[in-house]
C-alpha cells in the first residue's frame, strides 16, 4: 500500500526545465525549492526564456514550463526586487551569474558592444550590413547579446524581425531609441538630401517637367507613368492590343501627321514647346497622350485607371482625352469619305450589280446608350421608344462594297430615322438615277422622289392580304444585300468604349 503512494507521489513531482533532478519540495542546504511558472507579461516573459536560452541552446518554452527558485537570488523564487533569474549552472559544475537580476536596472544599464558603436557612412555602408555585424558582436559576448535582447524586447517582433535580416532593412525605419542602440543608422537629413538628388536626376533624365537648376529638401517626387510608348513600340502585337493600329510603322506614320496636336490640344491654344508660350505645362509627352486617348478607344478603359496607369490626376486626364478626341474628329474625318459613282460602280459586289445595280449607299440607324440626365426636357430628347433607354442615334451608311462613307452626328433618341436623314444632309450628296437601301422603317420616299433618287425598302405587308410570291422573293434579296449595313453596325456597337 505504502509503494503504491509513494509512486504516485513521484508521479506527480513537477521538475525545474534547466536544472537537472530538483523538484518541487526538495531541500537544498537550507532552502525548500519552489516551482515557479513564466510570467505572463511577454517582456519579461521574453528575458526569462532568453536566459534560459544563454545556458541551455537547445531550450524550447512551453506554457508548462516551471524554474526553481534557485535560479533567484535569495533562492526565494521572483520577488518585486528580483523579478529576473540570474543564476545558472554550467555543464561543468560552475555557475553562471548575470549582473542583474531585475529588469528596471537591467533596462537602465543597457550598453553596447564596441564593435558596433560608430556611425555608418552614407554611400560606404549599408544598415544590413551593421546588422550583420550586432548579430556577429553578440554571439562572441553573451552578456552583450543579453543586453541587446533586453532592448529589442521592447518593441515588437515584427520590428526586430525586419530590423535584423538583410533583405528588409533598407525601408523600415525603427524608433530613434532603437536606432542608436541597435546600428548607429544613417544621419536622416543627410540621407533624405541624397534621395532627393537621386530622385531630381532621374526626373531631368526621364524628360519630366522639372527644375534643372534646384532640388526641395523634403523629397518632393514625380512619378512616371507605368506605360510609355517606348514600352510597346518593339512589340506589334502590344501595339495593336492597345491602340487598334497594326505595327510600329503605321503608329508613327499617324502620330507624324499629328504635326499641330501640340497646338491644338494645349489648354491654351499655343505649343506647349515654346518657353514663352506661357501656360500650365504638359504633365505628359505629346506621344503619351496620344497612346493614352487610342487606349480609351481602343479598350474603353475607365478615366480613373487611365489616370492611375500614366500618373495623373484624374481631371487632367479628362481634360487629355477631351481635347485630343475633338482634335482627332477634326483631323482625321477625311477618312470617311464620300465616293463617287463611277467608284462605287465599279467595286460593286457581284450580287448588286445583278439584282440592285444602282444602289448608291445602304443606310440604317444605331443607338448607342447613355446615362440619365437629371434635366426633363433632356430626358425627352434622349429617350427612345425603340430602347426604352436614354440613347444617342446616329444614322450610317456604306457603299455596297461594305466601306463606310457616311456617319452622321449623333442625335438623341427620340429622334425619328426620317428626321435624322433629313438633317443629316445624307440625301443632298445622291444624284439622280441612284438609289437608297434601307429598312421598312425610312419612310423617306417624299424626300427622295423629288431629287430623282430611288428609295429600296422591302414591301409593306397589307391588310388581311398575305405576301405575294414575288414580295416574298423581293424581301429576301433585299435582306440578303442589306445584311453587310448589320454586320458594321455589329462592329462598332461592340467597342469597348459603348460598353463602359
Not at 124 to 136: G, L, N
Not at 307 to 323: E, G, K, T
Not at 334 to 339: G, Q, R, V
Request: charged share 25%; aromatic share 8%; glycine share 4%.
Amino acid at each position: 500500500m505504502s509503494q503504491t503512494v509513494l509512486k504516485k507521489k513521484s508521479n506527480s513531482l513537477k521538475y525545474c526545465c534547466v536544472c537537472s533532478g530538483v523538484y518541487r519540495g526538495k531541500v537544498v542546504g537550507d532552502k525548500t525549492i519552489s516551482l515557479h511558472k513564466f510570467p505572463q507579461d511577454s517582456k519579461l516573459q521574453r528575458i526569462w526564456i532568453q536566459r534560459c536560452r544563454t545556458v541551455m541552446k537547445d531550450f524550447k518554452w512551453t506554457a508548462h514550463k516551471l524554474l526553481c527558485s534557485l535560479h533567484f537570488i535569495g533562492s526565494r523564487g521572483p520577488t518585486k526586487a528580483h523579478n529576473i533569474p540570474s543564476i545558472f549552472p554550467r555543464a561543468d559544475g560552475t555557475e553562471k551569474l548575470f549582473p542583474t537580476s531585475n529588469m528596471e536596472d537591467e533596462s537602465a544599464n543597457v550598453c553596447v558592444p564596441e564593435t558596433v558603436d560608430r556611425e555608418v557612412e552614407v554611400g560606404t555602408s549599408t544598415a544590413a550590413e551593421h546588422s550583420e555585424d550586432v548579430v556577429q558582436a553578440a554571439k562572441n559576448d553573451d552578456e552583450a547579446a543579453e543586453r541587446v535582447f533586453l532592448q529589442l524586447a521592447e518593441y515588437s517582433d515584427l520590428d526586430v524581425s525586419v530590423h535584423l535580416h538583410d533583405y528588409a532593412s533598407g525601408p523600415i525605419q525603427l524608433p530613434k531609441k532603437f536606432r542608436n542602440i541597435a546600428t548607429q543608422t544613417y544621419n536622416e537629413v543627410d540621407m533624405r538630401a541624397v534621395e532627393t538628388q537621386t530622385c531630381f536626376k532621374v526626373m531631368v533624365d526621364a524628360g519630366t517637367q522639372a527644375s534643372s537648376g534646384e532640388s526641395k529638401d523634403f523629397s518632393e517626387q514625380t512619378r512616371l507613368p507605368d506605360l510609355v510608348y517606348e514600352d510597346i513600340r518593339h512589340d506589334d502585337s502590344k501595339i495593336i492590343f492597345y491602340t487598334g493600329i497594326p505595327d510600329k510603322v503605321t503608329f508613327d506614320a499617324l502620330f507624324d501627321e499629328m504635326s499641330d496636336a501640340s497646338e491644338k490640344t494645349s489648354s491654351n491654344g499655343k505649343s506647349t514647346s515654346d518657353e514663352k508660350a506661357g501656360g500650365r505645362p504638359r504633365s505628359l509627352r505629346l506621344i503619351d497622350e496620344f497612346l493614352m486617348v487610342l487606349m480609351r478607344l481602343r479598350l474603353g478603359l475607365l478615366v480613373d485607371d487611365l489616370s492611375a496607369r500614366f500618373c495623373i490626376s484624374a481631371s487632367a486626364c479628362s481634360r487629355v482625352l477631351n481635347s485630343w478626341i475633338n482634335y482627332l474628329d477634326s483631323k482625321l474625318d477625311f477618312l470617311i469619305m464620300w465616293p463617287s459613282k463611277d467608284a462605287v460602280e465599279h467595286n460593286m459586289p457581284k450580287l448588286f450589280r445583278d439584282k440592285f445595280p444602282n444602289t448608291r449607299v445602304i443606310i440604317d440607324c444605331t443607338e448607342i446608350r447613355t446615362e440619365t440626365p437629371s434635366s426633363t426636357k433632356l430626358k425627352t430628347v434622349l429617350y427612345s421608344d425603340y430602347k426604352s433607354h436614354m440613347t444617342y442615334k446616329s444614322l450610317v451608311g456604306i457603299s455596297p462594297s461594305g466601306h463606310v462613307t457616311f456617319v452622321s452626328d449623333l442625335w438623341g433618341g427620340g429622334i425619328s430615322d426620317k428626321q435624322i436623314t433629313k438633317q443629316s444632309g445624307l440625301i443632298e450628296l445622291c444624284e439622280s438615277g441612284d438609289a437608297i437601301m434601307a429598312d421598312k422603317g425610312f419612310l423617306i420616299s417624299d424626300l427622295t422622289t423629288p431629287r430623282g433618287v430611288k428609295l429600296i425598302i422591302p414591301p409593306f405587308k397589307k391588310a388581311h392580304k398575305a405576301f405575294s410570291a414575288r414580295e416574298v422573293q423581293n424581301t429576301r434579296e433585299i435582306a440578303n444585300a442589306r445584311i453587310h449595313v448589320e454586320r458594321q453596325m455589329e462592329r462598332i456597337k461592340i467597342l469597348e468604349l459603348f460598353k463602359a
